[in-house]
């Protein structure tokens, strides 16, 4: 393949990450990006990279394999990755971000870029005669959908995926919280709101008697069931919530010594402590019940809500049929679809996709064999997930140990296996690593582009 210039729909995490390994490579990008210009019902700022659902980007534990998978990305060299850290905020085990921060710098490492230059309108130009990726995410424009639709042949699968509300820290009751990380793992960053079962009672009522806000007609209720909207848990069982986000399990309340009958996470959005978010509260109520329920928790009552939840329609293709594990399109010639897209949840595997279709087109216009993940690693996983599993079920998924091939051997605990699944997997990235290496030393590649 040969091209003096690859094409990028849609400046989120995966087409910045692709974008990023293009460039540094030597390979000239036109990235296109339709906000501010045009909208989506979720984004507010027509920054790159912006963080619309949470702040977490998950686990830094290597034993997790969301830690697993951040790793990888490090030692593949990850821009987005790498900017995660710089703007980091205390939140436990877990790599949050300031969410203002973390786009502001990936905005200015991506238009500074000489090899990168960054086109603020919609894509529409699918047929065009050079490598594209597809990388516009699960808000993708109705005429960029349907472009996709009449290349792949068959309709879109999709999901709806919900937003938390976020609360001013100054607007929490503080003598009714307790700070605390579940299971004392962390710093105990997250703000605790226990509810008693009176309490429990009284809200998980008010949360059945609520109304979420209408769906359009041709829409049908297909939601991921890893962010399930907490009314639609509710629904499911008067426990339901006690074995999902309000679960009490791992927490102490010091204020009594016991464990609270449910309890609500806050987590900080941002570094100074100043915005938290409600962990696992994604939610489709409409505005005005948001607020009366949620401030039934104790602790909430005066709250006040700087963004409250909200629902979107997330996209994305039957990637078993349509991909093959360099995230080419089959049957085309040159044609690459990356992120959320592709059947993966979560910021980080988005990343990682974009990193694969950055890396795999820049070994097709080089002439050189694409690098591969094996199931080993969580990168090959993630792959083998999306391109083999039966067409009549594919759903988005996160990375998870299930997904990695199994390791041989007796070890004296989970934790002392999973290392060695990571230490394992680190081995064979960094082989990978060095086969992607940039040998030639270039120039600056900030500047104005040539």
Not at 15 to 27: F, Y
Not at 105 to 127: G, L, Q
Not at 195 to 201: F, G, M, R, T, V
Request: overall charge positive; charged content about 25%.
């Amino acid at each position: 393949m040969a091209s003096d210039e690859v094409y990028i729909a849609g400046g989120g995490l995966a087409g910045c990450e692709a974008s990023w390994q293009l460039a540094k490579r030597g390979i000239k990008v036109k990235l296109y990006e339709m906000r501010p210009e045009m909208m989506t019902p979720a984004h507010t700022t027509g920054d790159l990279a912006e963080l619309v659902c949470s702040n977490s980007l998950k686990s830094r534990d290597q034993t997790t394999a969301p830690g697993m998978l951040k790793a990888e990305l490090n030692a593949l060299g990850s821009l987005l990755i790498s900017i995660a850290g710089k703007s980091s905020i205390p939140a436990g085990t877990a790599l949050a971000v300031d969410r203002k921060r973390f786009s502001r710098i990936v905005t200015r490492e991506i238009s500074e870029n000489r090899n990168i230059k960054v086109v603020r309108e919609e894509f529409t130009d699918i047929d065009s005669h050079r490598p594209i990726i597809i990388a516009s995410g699960p808000l993708t424009s109705e005429r960029l959908s349907t472009q996709l639709r009449d290349l792949l042949g068959s309709k879109h699968l999709y999901f709806y995926d919900a937003i938390s509300p976020t609360v001013t820290a100054e607007s929490i009751d503080m003598k009714k919280v307790f700070k605390a990380s579940r299971y004392d793992k962390g710093e105990g960053y997250y703000i605790n709101c226990p509810l008693n079962k009176e309490e429990y009672d009284n809200f998980y009522n008010a949360l059945l008697r609520s109304h979420p806000f209408p769906k359009w007609e041709f829409e049908d209720d297909k939601f991921f069931e890893g962010c399930l909207p907490i009314e639609e848990l509710a629904a499911r069982g008067e426990d339901a919530l006690r074995f999902g986000p309000m679960k009490p399990v791992g927490l102490k309340d010091p204020r009594t010594g016991k464990m609270p009958y449910a309890v609500v996470q806050l987590r900080p959005e941002d570094k100074r402590g100043k915005l938290y978010n409600m962990v696992g509260f994604q939610t489709r109520l409409n505005h005005r019940e948001q607020e009366e329920v949620f401030r039934l928790i104790p602790a909430l009552r005066e709250a006040e809500f700087v963004r409250l939840g909200s629902s979107h329609r997330n996209t994305y293709i039957n990637s078993p049929r349509h991909l093959d594990r360099t995230l080419l399109v089959k049957g085309t010639d040159g044609i690459y679809i990356a992120g959320q897209l592709v059947g993966v949840e979560g910021y980080v595997e988005s990343i990682a996709m974009g990193l694969v279709a950055g890396l795999s087109v820049w070994a097709a216009i080089s002439g050189k064999e694409p690098p591969y993940f094996p199931p080993t690693t969580a990168i090959g996983a993630l792959l083998r997930y999306i391109t083999t599993v039966p067409d009549g079920s594919f759903q988005p998924m996160n990375i998870n140990f299930g997904l990695i091939d199994s390791i041989k051997g007796r070890y004296k605990s989970k934790k002392e296996k999973r290392l060695a699944y990571y230490r394992r997997s680190i081995k064979e990235i960094e082989v990978i690593a060095r086969a992607i290496e940039i040998k030639r030393k270039t120039k600056s590649s900030k500047g104005n582009r040539d």
